[in-house]
């Protein structure tokens, strides 16, 4: 599998998904997590964000996930308010799913740069 180096999509790909996870963190919680395997629970307030995103004002969503190394499936399950992401635990570790839910603001960009690059097409 080819990986793209760093470019300025993959930068504004990495911001993308920064800023979803900046406004979605605070209702996201994880609900079970297995090596590979993370079910993440969407609170009801993640609708606002969902919606504006909807709406045009962002380019990224959950699912997109997958265009990442190392994601290999995102399901979304509405009726369940949850999103199942199947991961390569030997590119993203464990770690990074309470990371991305825990860590200071500022620290959230780096984490995500330092653990996701993008497929090649």
Known sequence: MRVLMPSSDTASRL?????????LRSHVTIAHHILGRVRLKIGLGALGVVAGRDQGKA???????????????VRLNSAAQSAIVTY??????????RECLSVPEDQLGPLIAATLRMRAP
């Open 15 to 23: 911001e993308d998904l920064t800023s979803l996870m900046v406004s």
């Open 59 to 73: 380019r990224f969503s959950l699912t997109d996930l997958s265009t990442f190394v190392g994601i290999e499936s």
């Open 88 to 97: 390569d635990p030997a590119v993203i570790p464990e770690a990074f799913w």
